[in-house]
């Protein structure tokens, strides 16, 4: 019993101390997997602290789709903004509650009767969140933006 309630305190001292929305001048990496009815795509991002509960970001993505006689690939980059809402709302430091706004330029390769898809710009907002498990590492899940994983996206997030 007591390595059980040592084990639990140990678990909540880890979990406790977790600290979210990104400070000034953080730095964080965001990774993981799409919604699209082309495919998954994947992404990778970081996003920076410039003030106090505001973020800038960039992240590329990339899907591909085969079948159905179609052979689509997409690559993306994308530039996003975010408001982080945890001190104006009083949310707790493990939960990182976000919104913001999104341009993408992506380019697609398509290859149905030899048709060759176009480049693109996108213009989104966004809505999402975050639970940090440690100081350092969390989930994440958005829906929204500005790019093929403008339906929504999930994966991990590492502070830097």
Same mark, same amino acid.
């Given at each position: ?6 084990? /639990?305190?140990? &678990?909540?001292?880890?979990?406790? %101390? ?8 953080g730095l964080q990496l965001n990774? +993981?997997? @799409? !919604?699209?009815?082309? @495919? ?10 410039? =003030? ?11 899907? *591909?789709?085969?079948? &159905? $006689?179609?052979?689509n690939s997409m690559f993306g980059?994308? =530039?996003?903004?975010?408001? %982080?809402?945890?001190? /104006? ?7 990182? /509650?976000?919104?913001?706004? *999104?341009?993408?330029? &992506? *380019?697609?390769?398509k290859r149905d009767v030899n ?6 710009? @996108? #213009? $989104?907002?966004?809505?999402? $969140?975050?639970?940090?498990? !440690?100081?350092?590492?969390? #989930?994440?899940?958005?829906? +929204? ?5 403008? +339906?929504?996206?999930? +994966? ?5």
């Amino acid at each position: 019993m007591k390595k059980i309630a040592l084990l /639990l305190a140990l &678990f909540s001292l880890v979990f406790a %101390h977790a600290q979210a929305p990104l400070e000034k001048g953080g730095l964080q990496l965001n990774a +993981g997997f @799409g !919604t699209s009815n082309w @495919g998954t795509p994947v992404y990778a991002g970081l996003d920076y602290g410039i =003030a106090k509960n505001v973020t800038l970001g960039a992240e590329l993505s990339y899907q *591909s789709y085969n079948g &159905f $006689g179609y052979d689509n690939s997409m690559f993306g980059i994308q =530039a996003n903004g975010n408001y %982080h809402f945890n001190e /104006l709302l009083n949310i707790p430091s493990k939960w990182d /509650l976000y919104a913001g706004a *999104s341009l993408s330029y &992506f *380019s697609w390769s398509k290859r149905d009767v030899n048709n060759i898809g176009p480049d693109d710009l @996108g #213009v $989104g907002l966004q809505v999402g $969140g975050r639970y940090f498990f !440690t100081d350092k590492l969390g #989930v994440n899940l958005q829906v +929204g933006g500005s790019s093929a994983l403008g +339906g929504g996206k999930i +994966g991990l997030t590492l502070k830097l």
